[in-house]
Each structure stands twice: as C-alpha cells, then as structure tokens.
C-alpha cells in the first residue's frame, strides 16, 4: 500500500482523504495530513489519519505527495521539502490553480514525477468533475491517480494547456449551474410555490436532468425532445429563454472566465 501525504490539509484535501479511505483506496494510517496548526486536524488524528507539522518529514514518509497549499504558500513549501523528494520514489501531485507542472519541476527537479490535478468544489460529497493533466508522469502513475480521485467523483485527462479552459467549464461551472437553479426557483416563487418548495422543485428536477444524460448516455437534444411537443408550453418556454440570450449567455460566460483563468495563470505563474 502506497503511503501519501496531503500537504496543505484544507477543504480539498481532507475531502480526498475521506474519499480515498471510504473507497478503500488507502487506510487512514497510511495518510498524513500536514498543516500549520494541527489542532484544526484533531477530529482526523482521532479516526486514524497521521497529522504533522512536519512537511519535510510527512514527505520522506510518503510515496505520494499531494500539494494543497494556497498558491502564494507554495514556493515556501517546495524550497522545504526539496531535501526530502527522492526523484526514483515519489509522486507529487500540484491540485494548485495556476501553477504549471513545469513551475514545480523548477523547483524539486527535472527528473521527478509531477501530475497537475484540478477538482471541483462537488468534491466534497463524492462528486467532482476532476481533470488531470500531466507531461512526464508514467502511464502507471496516471492510471493510479486517475482510480485516487475517481473515488470523489468523475476523472477526465486532458492536455494541461486545456487547464484554464476545465477551469471554467468544471470549477466556475459549479456556479454557473447553481445560478441557473436559482433562477429557476426563482420562477417558481412567481408563478406561485413557497420558496423552499420552489428551491426544492429545481434543484431535483436539475438533478434529475443531470441524471438522465449520465445514466443513458444521450445528447441533451434527445432529451429535451421527449419533453417538447407541438405548441406545448416546454418548447414555448425554451424559445423565449433563447430569444433573451440564454444559451449565448451562458456561453459568453464560459469563454470569459477562461480568459480571466488564464490571465490569473499568468499572473501566478
């Protein structure tokens, strides 16, 4: 069994670990999750993880090292374990935006192994629509990274240029969709539920539609054909959503928040 450790234990990587141990990927005792001030991980030490404060050591430990630091924190913590990297042992795993593989090869060594990682913020209950993106790792490394977060969701690789753009479609995406749900309760209230019935009549009606398109692998188009009739009040209603812009809008959005991803790369990198 691979040792790993989580380094930078916040949201994303504490919801990894649950992850990996829930699917019986890895025991608790085989992770380490670091942090600043241990006491945050107290409830995690008390179910069998290893916490530290320790990254030099949680490193020389591990097999595989997943960086979850803020962006601004990173350089700090790769000049602190570059000692403790050994090119022939470890994976390293960056699930930081905006950092390159290449930018943490720079600083840990040409010769080791690194993945680029980008979940979303469904990771949290088990479903993340996750890229990964690596241009050295070996195929064994990305298929055993590819099974780690499977267990907290969907796994796409893609090309790590194309980062910036999963970054809009998968990362922002969330919001996207929860605004077009909350648009939809919206309606709801106005054409007259109760708020919390509204609320709760969009987001299953959304879940169900998300559903419908994994379960039987269809187009959109399919779907929504099943649902339109001639004159019926669904096409009617579609029509007027897409003569006020809303599939454009949506678009337009998407593309923009790629730019600003990139532009924040840019600036980060």
Request: hydrophobic share 45%; glycine share 8%; net charge negative.
């Amino acid at each position: 069994m691979k040792k790993i450790a989580i380094i930078g234990s916040g949201n994303i990587g504490l919801s990894l670990a649950k992850g990996l141990v829930k699917a019986n990927f890895a025991q608790a005792a085989d992770i380490t999750l670091t942090r600043r001030n241990i006491d945050h991980l107290k409830s995690f030490a008390d179910i069998g993880f290893v916490v530290s404060n320790n990254n030099k050591q949680a490193v020389a430990d591990a097999d595989v090292v997943i960086l979850a630091v803020l962006p601004q924190q990173l350089n700090t913590v790769l000049d602190e374990i570059h000692a403790s990297v050994d090119p022939a042992k470890h994976l390293v795993i960056s699930v930081i935006s905006g950092v390159s593989c290449a930018a943490v090869r720079e600083k840990l060594g040409d010769n080791v192994e690194v993945m680029r990682v980008m979940p979303n913020t469904a990771i949290a209950i088990g479903q993340s629509m996750t890229c990964i993106a690596s241009d050295n790792a070996s195929d064994e490394n990305i298929a055993d990274v590819t099974r780690m977060f499977e267990t907290v969701g969907s796994v796409v690789k893609i090309n790590e240029d194309l980062m910036t753009s999963a970054t809009a479609l998968c990362a922002c995406g969330i919001a996207f969709f929860l605004r077009a749900i909350r648009a939809a309760s919206q309606g709801g209230v106005e054409i007259g539920f109760h708020a919390d019935e509204a609320l709760k009549m969009a987001v299953q009606t959304a879940k169900g539609a998300a559903d419908l398109l994994l379960l039987h692998g269809t187009h959109p188009e399919s779907e929504i054909d099943k649902v339109t009739s001639p004159k019926g009040c669904t096409i009617a209603g579609l029509n007027e959503m897409e003569h006020n812009g809303f599939s454009s809008s949506l678009i337009k959005g998407i593309k923009l928040s790629a730019l600003k991803a990139g532009n924040l790369y840019t600036k980060e990198g």
